[in-house]
């Protein structure tokens, strides 16, 4: 398993020297300042790799950039309006220059309109830790409320909809401001950041635009991007909806085995894979990791582990994000299927037989509370998320496990 670890560029709180000594091994980033549906150019790409090649006293780093996370998809490719046929092309584009440098994994995800969201960006632990959390309640209450979209009482049981109406009646406008702003404007690394207005805007395009409609549109997006991967020798890597079920009416169509198997089966060839998020699968009672792991195997390009704590046993929770071994996903049992993994690919000759992961999210704990670093990206606590994978790794690698 190859440690890498998500470095959000020159603006990051973290330097490539900080990286080095939490022990990464290869970088995941992006070219953030691109906007949406535009070529990223070989400078700009180079750009990036020289800063991720270079410590902060110019010496060589060691690392280079491995995974992209993301190339973004253009809201108009998912809806298959506007101008979405120049996005594929330079989707395409970008595949090639990406090539070109050397950076061999892509990710993106096929989430409409939000990418990942959260009602809570600092929930407080008892140990004084802060994470991530979603609320449903407030979730609803930001929907119902806040955003007041047509009909979207109705997605919710009369239960919650009536907690919701307590929680939006106990908040004051500086308590609903931040709740919109937590869940609509943008989460470190989603393509876009969104006003109230522009969701609306978007929320409505997707009119008429059913599971099935948006299913057939990443297949379509596939049929075109996955060939040119495969003849570039890329591998690319569909992360799972985060949460993984529908969300202000919309349509979500990656966030279990079935519907994973569903697109990779309609574009069957190695290049079109998967990202193994844990902590996106595990919001979902009814996903059942180690054995998700071990059916996707062959076709995992890169793995994002993390924990959630489910709230609730219903298909559509509250959660918050735990420390990497605690939480609902048994880590072991999913290291131990990326290991079997591993082990099978090399035995067949696969060069693919290192799986980058990096640890995903984090608590903020010690020097990170405060810092006002990337919600969900603290140093510390996701280096403590890399320590205790890396034992879990290293235990199950050692000749004692397998009864020497
Ligand atoms: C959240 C991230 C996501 C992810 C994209 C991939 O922490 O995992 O924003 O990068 O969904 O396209």
């Known amino acids: 398993m190859r440690q890498t670890w998500r470095w959000f560029g020159p603006k990051d709180l973290a330097s490539v020297d900080d990286l080095m000594q939490c022990g990464v091994e290869g970088v995941v980033t992006a070219l953030h300042h691109v906007p949406t549906g535009a070529v990223w150019t070989p400078q700009e790409i180079a750009a990036r790799q020289a800063l991720v090649g270079r410590m902060r006293d110019g010496s060589p780093s060691g690392l280079a950039w491995e995974v992209v996370e993301s190339l973004p998809v253009s809201e108009d490719i998912k809806k298959q309006k506007g101008d979405w046929r120049t996005h594929l092309e330079n989707w395409k584009t970008s595949l090639h220059h990406l090539a070109a440098a050397g950076v061999p994994v892509v990710c993106y995800n096929f989430m409409p309109v939000l990418d990942w969201t959260r009602t809570d960006l600092a929930w407080r632990r008892p140990?004084?830790?802060?994470?991530?959390?979603?609320?449903?309640?407030?979730?609803?209450?930001?929907?119902?409320?806040?955003?007041?979209?047509?009909?979207?009482a109705e997605d919710y049981p009369d239960a919650l909809q009536d907690e919701a109406a307590r929680r939006?009646?106990?908040?004051?406008?500086?308590?609903?401001?931040?709740?919109?702003?937590?869940?609509?404007?943008?989460?470190?690394g989603a393509a876009e950041s969104f006003t109230l207005d522009d969701v609306r805007r978007h929320l409505a395009e997707y009119d008429g635009i059913s599971a099935e409609r948006l299913r057939a549109n990443l297949v379509d997006f596939l049929a075109e991007v996955a060939p040119v991967a495969e003849g570039l020798?890329?591998?690319?890597?569909?992360?799972?909806?985060?949460?993984?079920?529908?969300?202000?009416?919309?349509?979500?169509?990656?966030s279990t085995l079935a519907?994973?198997?569903a697109v990779l089966d309609a574009v069957d060839i190695p290049a079109n894979g998967v990202t193994f998020c844990t902590g996106s699968f595990g919001a979902r009672p009814d996903n059942d990791l180690p054995a998700m792991m071990a059916a996707l195997a062959d076709r995992v390009h890169f793995v994002h582990l993390r924990n959630v704590t489910l709230e609730g046993t219903d298909l559509r929770n509250s959660f918050y994000e735990a420390m990497h071994l605690e939480g609902g996903t048994d880590m072991v049992a999913v290291i131990a299927a990326i290991l079997a993994e591993e082990r099978r690919r090399r035995a067949a000759g696969r060069a693919d037989h290192s799986i980058p992961f990096r640890p995903d999210h984090g608590q903020d704990i010690l020097d990170d509370l405060g810092r006002k670093g990337q919600p969900g990206y603290p140093t510390i606590g996701r280096m403590r998320?890399?320590?205790?994978?890396?034992?879990?790794m290293t235990a199950l690698s050692h000749p004692l496990a397998h009864g020497a």
Do not use: K
């Open 233 to 254: 020798g890329l591998r690319l890597c569909c992360h799972p909806d985060d949460p993984p079920f529908p969300l202000l009416g919309l349509p979500r169509v990656m």
């Open 259 to 261: 519907d994973y198997r």
């Open 168 to 188: 939006f009646a106990a908040m004051d406008d500086a308590a609903r401001t931040a709740l919109a702003r937590n869940v609509v404007f943008g989460l470190p």
């Open 385 to 392: 998320g890399l320590a205790e994978l890396r034992g879990i």
């Open 127 to 152: 140990s004084g830790a802060t994470c991530m959390r979603f609320d449903l309640p407030d979730f609803a209450a930001f929907d119902i409320h806040v955003l007041a979209r047509p009909g979207a």
